[in-house]
């Protein structure tokens, strides 16, 4: 079972990260990631023309960042479900429908180690797969 302080700095990591993509603060996103965390996504080969999903490393998530913070279309909005936390792993929802109406619906699972991103993973809902079909990031 989670204590109440890590559930509380768990929570702190997840917000840093939130807080961070929110403002396309590249650095700020960077750091709160292990030197060698990893982020898989559809969206890593759609942004850096690479075979697959995965991006590892302080490098890596930097370049990936920066051109997420570029690209990002107006329906990455960050209206979310309450975090779960299971040890470790933090999940939560970003679901389609929001009080400003359609936003791109995700599933974000983070594992975390020593305050920090180890893995994370992005599952992606019809809406933002079509948003990305569309290539609105642009």
Same mark, same amino acid.
């Given at each position: 079972?989670?204590?109440?302080?890590?559930?509380?700095?768990?929570?702190?990591? =997840?917000?840093? $990260?939130?807080?961070?993509?929110?403002?396309?603060?590249?650095?700020?996103?960077?750091?709160?990631?292990?030197?060698?965390?990893?982020?898989?996504?559809?969206?890593?080969?759609?942004?850096? +023309?690479?075979?697959?999903?995965? =991006?590892?490393?302080?490098?890596?998530?930097?370049?990936?960042?920066?051109?997420?913070?570029?690209?990002?279309?107006?329906?990455?909005?960050?209206?979310? #479900?309450?975090?779960?936390?299971? +040890?470790?792993?933090?999940?939560?929802?970003?679901?389609? #429908?929001?009080?400003? +109406?359609? #936003?791109?619906?995700?599933?974000?699972?983070?594992?975390?180690?020593?305050?920090?991103?180890?893995?994370?993973?992005?599952? $992606?809902? $019809?809406?933002?797969?079509?948003?990305?079909?569309?290539?609105?990031?642009?």
């Amino acid at each position: 079972m989670t204590s109440i302080a890590e559930t509380a700095s768990l929570t702190s990591v =997840c917000e840093r $990260w939130e807080e961070a993509l929110s403002h396309n603060d590249v650095d700020a996103l960077v750091s709160v990631y292990a030197s060698d965390g990893s982020i898989e996504s559809p969206l890593v080969p759609h942004l850096l +023309g690479t075979k697959r999903g995965v =991006c590892r490393g302080s490098d890596q998530l930097r370049i990936f960042f920066a051109a997420l913070a570029k690209r990002k279309p107006k329906t990455r909005r960050f209206h979310r #479900q309450p975090l779960f936390i299971n +040890g470790q792993t933090v999940m939560w929802e970003y679901p389609r #429908q929001s009080p400003e +109406g359609d #936003q791109m619906d995700f599933v974000e699972v983070m594992e975390i180690k020593d305050g920090l991103i180890f893995r994370h993973r992005v599952y $992606w809902g $019809w809406f933002g797969v079509g948003v990305m079909m569309r290539d609105e990031y642009h």
